[in-house]
Nanobody, 121 residues
Framework: QVQLVESGGGLVQAGGSMRLSCTAS????????MRWYRQGPGNGRALVAV???????NYADSVKGRFTISRDNAKNTVYLQMNSLKPEDTGVYYC???????????????WGQGTQVTVSS
């Protein structure tokens, strides 16, 4: 069973920092792009940041300069460092990645269960 498991969410005051982690587990033989999405109250799921297998990154305009995405390929883990948090950053954060399992011929789009981040004003 291949899965993504997030951790690190919680409650933080505006202006504070928080780091999210997401680890892919199971019989994984390859990971391509890794991404973080956010779903705010009453909103759809929106892309926050992406990191490619070679480390290139891209961010939503709303988080540029405040959030940093990174990955540790040896640990099959992606991180999201969030600084200068704002109340509008509140939402459920989902990890997403293109994973290839040992018993699968192709990569599959995989999602974590989500972790709640709440920023109080």
């Amino acid at each position: 069973q291949v899965q993504l498991v997030e951790s690190g969410g919680g409650l933080v005051q505006a202006g504070g920092s928080m780091r999210l982690s997401c680890t892919a587990s199971g019989s994984i033989v390859g990971i391509r792009d890794m991404r973080w999405y956010r779903q705010g109250p009453g909103n759809g799921r929106a892309l926050v940041a992406v990191v490619t297998i070679d480390g290139s990154t891209n961010y939503a305009d709303s988080v540029k300069g405040r959030f940093t995405i990174s990955r540790d390929n040896a640990k099959n883990t992606v991180y999201l460092q969030m600084n200068s948090l704002k109340p509008e950053d509140t939402g459920v954060y989902y990890c997403n990645a293109d994973l290839k399992a040992r018993n699968r011929p192709t990569y599959r789009d995989s999602w974590g269960q989500g972790t709640q981040v709440t920023v109080s004003s």
